[in-house]
């Protein structure tokens, strides 16, 4: 009886026992940071092309379908050859509301400004002080 206790829980342990990847992230950082390397600067190139080339991505947007698929092209003609893309289920489609800043004071006529919002996030008008930084220190 001991011996098939101690059996099941050796085959219990391998079964849950996470796996070290602790080599194949150090190969995978070094190749990375190896100046010379095809993978220098690979990451941020390609999210600069998707960023210049796509703009906004919204959640539930076309455009953000577009990358995805993109992104999972460019991944197999890296040679990945396990991409699978899902359906996402049950989520709310974002729509961008229509945010508005005007600025009142110190100017003798309103000044409209240019804004990206986070849409819907606060509803009504809001007035507030604004605090001016002219510099990352003085902030």
Known sequence: MIKQYIVALLVLSALTAEKDYTDLVK????????PKGIFRHSAYD????????????????????TVIST????????????????PVKNFTKWVRGKESLTLFSPRPTPQKLELIGLGMSISGKVKADAIVFRSFDEL
């Open 71 to 86: 992104m999972a092209g460019m991944a197999k003609d890296e040679g990945f050859d396990n991409i699978r893309l899902e």
């Open 27 to 34: 190969m995978l950082k070094a190749k990375i940071e190896d």
């Open 46 to 65: 390609r999210l600069a092309y998707i960023s210049d080339t796509y703009g906004p991505r919204m959640w539930g947007s076309n455009t953000l379908e």
